[in-house]
């Protein structure tokens, strides 16, 4: 009977063939050079022709030394199994890649059996798709091996730019190895090697995958061309000699919609790629089934990184049934490791991971983590390690557990492992600061354990319905109380979840209407425009925690409009904008109501061009009870530059709450005839981040608080070291105010300052000396003027030199000017 299956097999696939034909001729009539071979493990002949099912290849031996063209594709039988190595050493071109996939019913299966490296190799490629096929390598998942392999593994060395490697819709598993941490080898691996020429990957693409059942990493890249980093010969088998001192990292990569489990290392770690997008993955059980003692690893992380952004990510039962004892680092859901930079992560779920939920580490810098959600993840929620630099951790929700882990001992036993800290932070000098989060801690772990340098903290909400809530004693603005969220502590489904799924869990976490979570918070420089539901972040004071409530905005405006719309100047997105009638009456009015009472103390107007239409003199009211009331009366504003840059300019108010907010503008720079803004925008509040600790009884929010007599003071005596503020939203500006008290005992004799933006820091003010008048209790200002206005989500004074009579400094308040 064997003529008549091949017989179904041949018409089958034939008609697929010509179905495909007939539904994309003009692709076909574009690359009529391109030509599809078959290969039929059963039926084919390597002798045949393989350019159709009648005539296909039958091995590997026959796919590896074919001389593919751009545009050719490879189509393996789905159902039939290939033993040994796939390896694609031909290129396509832009527009037309080297496919490898499937035809027929099924996957086809590429087993390498353990006897090569990688199951299919891609071998110094560029613009090649492997999609729809099952990968496997391995004979016994349960036993530790000495060799660890891979799956699907792409190989550059000395090669330059290879450009869009795609890997897509492949089920990988099965992959036999030591079964701990391997880094380089697992299900999905994209390496470079060699330091002759510089060689990386830009658009590579690895989406849609499931990698399950591998004794080591699920997904994970790396590269000799990493300046000297840490390259883990022990695990790559790659000598540090290879390493080059040049940085040439990756470029825009994605890891998009994979589902990862039960892998004994990282589920998803991306290392040295600039650019790159980690979004609606599963990792689940990743760090688990260790066949060997070792670390637990991290769910998805990442290192020599720049510009990463991880979001929409559920990660869960990281180092399940194999957390280990004595002390892990890792074990947690997320990791900004070693060299990373600049590092997005928001809109993710972390559910029941050993370790804890978050991880900085090791030179990790300028790192945004917001509006994710954690639920019982287990030891340390949070780990904030030495060398984590200006992380800053905002609107949050960590609904944490009192329940216990089981942790392994090298000797076979066993101990239950409760909440060790609710925060651990090792960092001296690192100006990290958490704020506007929602810390839910039935376990009742500390905020400072130990010996633990001091942690920042701000306006964040602390609940234990246990007993009274412990609260760190330097959050100023602290809220204690239960905070009323919609439907919290629901388990996830089993398996990989979407995204409708995820925003559905993540909605359970949302304030309900009387929350003491709502409007509790302040505003925020770095904000995005939406949590992860898409309700736009409301303005003035935020709430609490992930999930933010919608406040309806409705701009009007009485100069009329030539170009956008007047809505755009509340949308909460600068790069939209306004612009009215030409030659508008003055004054005239540009007013935003909200659906409900704001709480807010500044207006920030956010222009591009503003000294050719930017309003120069205005007035600011607020409405309450439907009673306009000014609040600013003829406010110069004067811009600095005339380009496409958003210039921010900051217009204090008295604390206010308010339903709409009206700018009258009296006078503008009229050089094309018109007015323009880009962002109208109400905010509440400033935070504040000490990079050398906080003397006793004292807290960097102080500094940012209004109150000049309220200081901040170092721990002790360390210069080059201060204090960085968040102005609530972005800010150009043009001095910096200092104020403090005993200034010939402690205050600053030799600052400079520095602005953030966009993830570059850039010293704005260079080394300037103070001198104080008196040693009393009377508070001194000093303002510094900027050579130039500078635009900045963050500023930092930085003092270099001081009096230091009682071995320390301290500063009672900074203005932003």
Known sequence: MNWVRDTFRILATLVVAAASAAIVPQA??????????????????????????????????????????????????????????????????????????????????????????????????????????????????????PTTYRGIFALAKDR??????????????????????????????????????????????????????????????????????????????????????????????????????????????????????????????AGAHLKVAAGNNAGIWWQGTNRITVQYNVVRRQGYDSFRYPDPVDGMAFDADMGSTNSTVQYNYSDSNAGGFFMCLISASNVTLRYNVSRHDFYRPLSIWSGCWNLRGYNNTIWGTADTITRHRSDGSTFQQGIEAFTRHESTNGGNLLYNNVFYNPGRGTYQFGSDPVLNFSHNLYWDPTGAPLVPANDPAAVVANPQLADPDQALPEGKIDRATLLQVLGNYAPAAGSPARNAGVSLSTAPRTDALGTLVPPGASDLGAVQHAVAQTASTTLGTTTGSVSQVADGNE???????????????????????????????????????????????????????????????????????????????????????????????????HVA??????????????????????????????????????????????????????????????STAFGQGQGPTTVRVQALRNGVWTQVLNATNLTWSSNTATVESRTLTLPAPATGTTFYVIVDQSNLTWGHYAIYEIALN
């Not at 492949?170 to 390496?191: A, F, L, R």
């Not at 830009?202 to 300046?227: H, K, M, P, Q």
């Not at 102005?727 to 043009?734: D, F, L, M, N, W």
């Open 28 to 145: 076909q009539a574009a690359s009529t050079a391109a030509t599809t071979y078959y290969v039929d493990a059963d039926g084919g002949n390597d002798s045949a022709a393989g350019t159709s099912p009648a005539l296909a290849w039958r091995s590997l031996a026959k796919v590896n030394a074919a001389a593919l063209q751009p545009g050719d594709t490879v189509r393996f039988q789905g159902g039939d199994t290939w033993h040994g190595g796939l390896r694609i050493q031909s290129s396509g071109a832009a527009g037309a890649p080297v496919t490898v996939t499937g035809y027929g019913t099924g996957r086809p299966v590429i087993a390498g059996d353990t006897t090569v490296d990688a199951a299919v190799l891609l071998d110094n490629v560029h613009h090649v798709q492997v999609i729809g096929l099952e990968v496997t390598n391995g004979t016994d998942l349960s036993v530790s091996k």
């Open 160 to 285: 330059g730019e290879l450009a869009d490697v795609v890997i897509k819709d492949n089920y990988v598993h099965s992959i036999d190895g030591k079964g701990g941490p391997v880094i380089g080898k697992g299900g999905i691996t994209v390496g470079v090697r060699g330091n002759t020429t510089p060689t990386w990957y830009s658009g590579l693409r690895v989406e849609g995958n499931e990698v399950s059942d591998v004794n080591a990493y699920g997904i994970s890249t790396f590269t000799t061309w990493c300046a000297s980093c840490e390259i883990y010969p022990a695990e790559t088998g790659i000598p540090v000699t290879e390493v080059s001192a040049t940085r040439k990292a990756f470029t825009g990569a994605a890891f998009v919609d994979n589902y990862v489990h039960d892998v004994t290392a990282g589920g998803i770690t991306p290392q040295y790629i600039d650019d790159a997008l980690v979004e609606g993955n599963t990792v689940d059980k």
């Open 575 to 673: 790069s939209t904008s306004w612009a009215s009638a030409d030659q508008p009456t003055m004054p005239g009015s540009l007013t935003v109501q909200y659906g409900e009472a704001r709480s807010l103390d500044a207006v920030h107007l956010g222009v591009t061009f503003g000294q050719g239409q930017g309003p120069t003199l205005v007035d600011v009211q607020t409405q309450i009870g439907g009673t306009w009331i000014t609040q600013v009366t003829g406010r110069t504003v004067t811009w600095s530059q005339n380009t496409s840059a958003v210039e921010w300019q900051r217009i204090p108010l008295p604390p206010v709450s308010a339903t709409a907010v009206r700018l009258v503008v009296r006078a503008a720079n009229l050089t094309w005839g």
């Open 677 to 738: 803004i880009n962002e109208l925008r109400a905010a509440k509040g400033a935070v504040a981040a000490t990079t050398n600790g906080e003397y006793a009884g004292t807290n960097a929010q102080n500094a940012v608080d209004g109150v000049p007599s309220t200081p901040w003071g170092s721990s002790g005596s360390a210069l080059g070291r201060g204090v960085q503020v968040d102005p609530g939203a972005p800010q150009t500006v043009k001095s910096v105010t200092l």
